[in-house]
């Protein structure tokens, strides 16, 4: 049974609701009491999950300039209120050496994993949690402390996502608290390209010994949405399975 850490009553906004991490905390929030208002490009996608989740959705790019203030709308007059905002959309590309970066991919990844956060912070401030209060996930990544190849624009993207965090939340208590996650690697789409080739090898790596599973990253999310987590803001929580503490451990 998921406990319902107090969010009977309460909406939330989740980003990239549709499959994979965002989903999951759509699904742990709505099994919490919670209503949810859910959002992805793909029409069909934010039908489905929609209604499985008895909520509400809409389609559109998050790094639309226009989409964070119809998503907020549509929660507030659905809900008449938007205690949570989770933000999880994001975009890897572009992937690859950063001397190959197309500066507009570069800025679109800006856009999607960085302003689009900040925009949805701003609507959801000005519309509901200024005056009531709320808390805000942002979804970053376990990868963000440390550069690798072909990551760049993803982790450099990430990394300034952190920083927003910190900085809101600064910015935002004692009304708002704003804090992150950061998974490591998760079994979705997004990441498929990095797990399916070598999952056996990557699992006996970590000390935990297997990958995560959407779940894992939404159990995390939804107890930093909760009351039980009401002295925590600015803090980014290592969802990880051990992936940042992998070195100390012997190879079987
Ligand atoms: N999986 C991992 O190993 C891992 C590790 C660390 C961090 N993360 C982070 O976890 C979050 C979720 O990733 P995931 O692995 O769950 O990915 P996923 O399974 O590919 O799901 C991504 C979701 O976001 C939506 N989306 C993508 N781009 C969007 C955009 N521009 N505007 C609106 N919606 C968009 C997708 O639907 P549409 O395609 O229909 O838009 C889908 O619902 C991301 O922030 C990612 O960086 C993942």
Redo the contacts with the bound molecule.
Sequence with gaps: MTPSYGLRGRAAVV????????LAVARALADAGARVCV????AE?VRRAARELDGVGLA????DPGHPGELTRLCLDSFGRMDILVN?????QPYGPLMDADPLVWREAFA?NVEAPLRLVQCAWRGWMREHGGTVVN?C???AGHVGPDVGAYGTS?AALLHLTRQLAGELGPRVRVNSVS????R????RFVWEPGEAEIARGLPLGRIGE?RDVAGAVLWLCSDAAEWITGADLLVDGGTSVRRARRAT
Excluded at 183 to 186: A, E, W, Y
Excluded at 188 to 191: G, V
């Design positions: 980003t990239g609701a549709t499959r994979g991490i965002g959002s992805a490009r793909d996608g559109g790019d998050v790094g999880n959309a994001a975009t890897n999607v979804v990544t376990e990868g990430k998974p490591g690697l998760v979705t789409r997004m990441a959407p």
